[in-house]
């Protein structure tokens, strides 16, 4: 079984700063890549980036600029750096990884308000 489990989120400022982490865990035969998506209240759960093994990156155009996704030390681990946040980036933020089927962390939740 493979295990997902996303953390960082919280209540910040509009232009503040948040970094989430992300760390799978279990029996992977193969980590394609992993991936951060959102989903906000009415809305469908939406890519926001994701990162290789390789380190290739892809950023979603809404948070290019802003957001950075990169890999820790810890294998199959990754973060979301995020910058200048902006109330419609509240939402709760999913970590999957990809490798051998979709896995996917219960979430955790970035709520930006003044």
């Known amino acids: 079984q493979v295990q997902v489990v996303e953390s960082g989120g919280g209540l910040v400022r509009p232009g503040g700063s948040l970094t989430l982490s992300c760390s799978a865990s279990?029996?992977?035969?193969?980590?394609?890549?992993m991936a951060w998506y959102r989903q906000s209240p009415g809305r469908e759960r939406e890519f926001v980036a994701s990162?290789?093994?390789?380190?290739?990156?892809t950023i979603s155009g809404s948070v290019k600029g802003r957001f950075a996704i990169s890999r820790g030390d810890v294998t199959n681990t990754i973060y979301l750096q995020m910058n200048r946040l902006r109330p419609e980036d509240t939402a709760i933020y999913y970590c999957k990884l990809v490798g051998g089927g979709d896995y996917w962390g219960q979430g955790t939740q970035v709520t930006v308000s003044s």
């Open positions: 279990g029996t992977i035969s193969s980590r394609n890549y």
């Open positions: 990162i290789t093994k390789q380190d290739m990156k």
